[in-house]
């Protein structure tokens, strides 16, 4: 021990980490599990603030969960995408203990998540005062091995999504997927919907039950266009229920740009 770490406390972080040794057993949503991890590791440890991180690509994270209070939440994240990201990116720092200076002395953390040789993500802490968390490490370590054994009992990192970040890939999809019909679909539509009012520029000439119908097909086609529209306005895709068991996207449910 280094003095400061007690009895009790080893106690207190062995019974953290055998709850969420069961719960990862038992299947517990992914979530929820680093939420829980996050959460103990903050109150174990004594930080402020606390995160892990599984990246994705493109700077973007697949999963992930922050805990402690909101003012170091806000300064831990400030620094993960300041100082943090810039030594991944630029310097292939793997871990790191050390202390500087937010908003007063501060000790900071940043340990990898490594599945093999390859590194998917960190754990990451910020604690208030001029602490050494290097004393720390093999708590966080086991912490992050835990974490890694959560992504592979879901069948890995790779198929895990964060709930956010599900919501995002679902609106880019309805995106791509309204893009595609619009390009598709909406030429010819124009066409056909151009070919009917033509029609019905003659309608002294067509018989009421003829006319009747192109009205009918000009309707369906402004129709068919004005779902394309709102298909291609959608900021946030949610979903509906559909006979059968499934679900669709709510085209007139889900929130649009310029909606009020």
């Not at 599900?166 to 997927?177: D, H, P, R, W």
Request: aromatic share 4%.
């Amino acid at each position: 021990m280094d003095g400061k770490t007690t009895t009790q406390d080893f106690q207190k972080r062995y019974l953290a980490l055998s709850r969420l040794t069961v719960a990862t057993a038992a299947g517990e949503a992914v979530d929820r599990l680093l939420g829980t991890a996050i959460a103990e590791a903050v109150s174990l440890v004594g930080l402020i603030a606390g995160s892990v991180r599984i990246f994705g690509a493109e700077d973007e994270d697949t999963a992930g969960a922050m805990a402690g209070d909101a003012a170091g939440q806000r300064q831990l994240r400030e620094l993960e995408s300041t100082l943090l990201g810039q030594l991944r990116r630029n310097y292939s720092v793997r871990s790191l203990f050390m202390t500087l200076d937010v908003d007063g002395p501060a000790g900071l953390f940043s340990y990898p998540l490594k599945s093999g040789d390859t590194i998917i993500g960190a754990v990451s802490g910020l604690a208030r005062g001029e602490r050494n968390l290097a004393s720390e490490e093999e708590f966080v370590a086991t912490l992050a091995a835990m974490i890694v054994l959560i992504g592979r009992a879901a069948g890995g990192w790779a198929t895990v999504v964060s709930p956010d970040r599900e919501a995002s890939v679902k609106t880019q999809a309805v995106l791509e997927t309204a893009a595609a019909i619009n390009h598709e679909i909406n030429n010819p539509l124009m066409a056909v919907m151009g070919n009917v009012e033509l029609l019905l520029r003659r309608e002294a000439q067509i018989d009421p039950d003829t006319r009747e119908k192109l009205h009918r097909i000009h309707e369906a086609a402004a129709r068919i266009h004005q779902v394309t529209q709102n298909l291609m306005r959608i900021t946030e895709a949610r979903s509906a229920p559909y006979p059968g068991g499934s679900s669709i996207i709510d085209i007139e449910g889900s929130p649009k740009r310029d909606e009020k």
